[in-house]
């Protein structure tokens, strides 16, 4: 066994972890005040669900809003922003009848499943009212071990304590802690998506609140254009309360990190490109890989590489990866035969609860110069920022989405996100994440942020190498991820709003998140 990464080492690897995107002029959280337009609002609330709503100042707000790991929220960002109320429903029909109310009230809310998106707002509702469905985190195997049936609460790692143990497995997220919502809703990356696609593309059934209170299932047999909606179309359409997903055998796997010191990165980059290529024509369905390239500025300059291995078979050092173990020197590597829970928990080991955590993201085609380029202006742009008053690093994280991943969705009903095979092999997702610890330091951090996604994709235009794709759980506020997925798509997001919220209560009065973008046949 291979000694293990440093936790202070992950806090540079893992700054990517899953999360949505929000207008800059709602990033920063502020204080709630006594006169909240959402306290009559949350009168109501107690009057009709008093065993379920709370206030500031008693325990279960307190618990759901600033407790650790699986209770609170994950960025000081989401726990610094303070509704006037918390509302915890525990079964679909409570939260029916909460969000009836809620609609004839024209109350201002917010949802929240996992509670792992990073900027104020998106999972929580300035002096307003936060629906929690954090009590909603059942996980149940049914249809002969075929479908696993999760409620909208949970982590994926209640999802793999649970199949772990019986030898099963869905294709779910990568960092234990995540919320199953956040991550589905958005599309969703996983170690699976060569064999299957991305997550949204094995959910077989979403259970959903609409803004009437009505209950439906959608599915390709029944409200088959709200299936298809919803599969990268986030919280624009109605509350899922609970998602149902193909389940499939699967025992160990091979997995963990490797670092390399910052000089083998040309080495590093080329076997990506390699990889992606190799994966896109199916050669091995079993292999994934994300490419960390770690930056740290301040206190002092340093910098890392690293790769996180996934082969979801028990085979150790498979081909597909020769080209990136045969890189040297190592300073750390714990490759290991091991099961999905514990490689989830390594995958977030290092980013605790309470972080000031921002994330970016641009994409473009598979392309070592290119991957090097966006290295480069990051060190660029963050080298020259002055007078940071805490720590700050930052990192590029490379994600292949090869045609492997993208051709599954034409047969699972179609997704929302705009990508198919013709595509091409792309690199995308958590490309930039950066974290600090001083507060002074938000706005000079916010904007070198928006200069990387500016001149990157300003650079990969320039080379006829950028993409449009934009990643939701991943972008940058003020960054438009549903326009990205064209104009058809969003027609039709747009079609499917107007027929399932005729009231627009999900683009009007629930904050946080991607809103349709508005324009013709627009309401």
């Known amino acids: 066994m291979y000694p293990h990464v440093p936790l202070y080492l992950l806090v540079g690897l893992r700054l990517a972890a899953l999360v949505n995107g929000a207008e800059l002029h709602g990033i920063f959280s502020s204080s709630s005040t006594s006169n909240s337009p959402g306290l009559n609002c949350c009168s109501r ?123 099963l497995s869905v294709v779910g997220g990568r960092v234990y802690d995540v919320g199953v919502a956040g991550l589905t809703l958005g599309g969703g990356n996983s170690l699976f998506a060569p064999r299957y696609g991305f997550v949204c593309d094995n959910v077989q059934n979403f ?75 199916g050669a091995d369905d079993y292999a994934a890989i994300e490419n960390v390239n770690s930056f740290t500025f301040a206190p002092t300059k340093s910098a890392i590489v690293a790769n996180i291995f996934a082969y979801t078979k028990p085979v150790a050092y498979p081909k597909i990866f020769d080209n990136f173990t045969i890189i040297g020197p190592q300073i750390a590597n714990d490759l290991r035969i091991t099961n999905l829970t514990n490689l989830t928990i390594e995958a977030g080991a290092g980013i605790p ?109 320039a080379e006829g190498q950028y993409k449009a794709f934009v990643y939701a759980n991943y972008a940058l506020p003020g960054q438009d991820a549903i326009a990205s997925y064209g104009e058809d798509n969003v027609a039709e997001l747009r079609r499917v709003s107007r027929k399932y919220d005729r009231l627009q209560v999900f683009q009007d009065l629930v904050k946080g998140g991607y809103k349709l973008p508005r324009g013709a046949g627009s309401v």
């Open 45 to 167: 609330l107690r009057s009709k669900f008093p065993s379920r709503v709370s206030f500031p100042g008693e325990q279960v707000f307190g618990k759901e809003q600033n407790g650790a790991a699986g209770a609170g929220y994950w960025s000081a960002f989401e726990f610094e922003t303070r509704p006037a109320c918390r509302v915890t429903p525990t079964t679909s029909n409570e939260a029916s009848k909460i969000v009836r109310e809620l609609s004839s009230l024209k109350c201002q809310f917010a949802v929240r499943g996992g509670g792992h998106m990073w900027w104020a707002g998106s999972a929580n509702c300035q002096d307003g009212v936060t629906v929690d469905l954090s009590a909603m985190d059942h996980v149940e195997v049914v249809a002969n071990h075929t479908v696993t049936q999760i409620g909208a609460g949970a982590r994926w790692g209640d999802v793999y304590l649970k199949l772990d143990a019986m030898n």
């Open 353 to 461: 609860n309470g972080g000031r955590y921002l994330f970016a993201m641009a994409s473009f085609a598979n392309n070592a110069t290119i991957l090097a380029k966006a290295n480069d202006i990051l060190n660029d742009i963050f080298s020259n920022l002055t007078g940071i008053h805490g720590s700050l690093s930052a990192t590029n994280v490379f994600q292949p989405i090869p045609a492997s991943i993208t051709r599954h969705a034409g047969t699972s009903g179609g997704n929302s996100l705009g990508l198919t095979p013709e595509t091409g092999n792309i690199i995308s997702g958590d490309n930039f994440g950066a974290t600090w610890t001083d507060p002074c330091d938000d706005a000079a951090v916010f904007a070198a942020s928006e200069k990387w996604v500016a001149d990157v994709n300003a650079y990969t235009k």
């Open 207 to 281: 259970e959903v609140v609409l803004s009437s209170g009505r209950i439906v299932n959608a599915n390709l047999g029944s409200h088959s254009d709200l299936f298809k909606a919803l599969k990268g179309g986030l919280k624009n359409f109605g509350i899922v309360t609970r998602f149902d997903l193909k389940t499939f055998p699967q025992g160990k796997l091979w997995g963990g990190f490797v670092i390399y010191p910052s000089n083998t990165s040309t080495s590093q980059l080329q076997a990506l490109q390699s990889f992606t290529d190799s994966s896109a024509t």
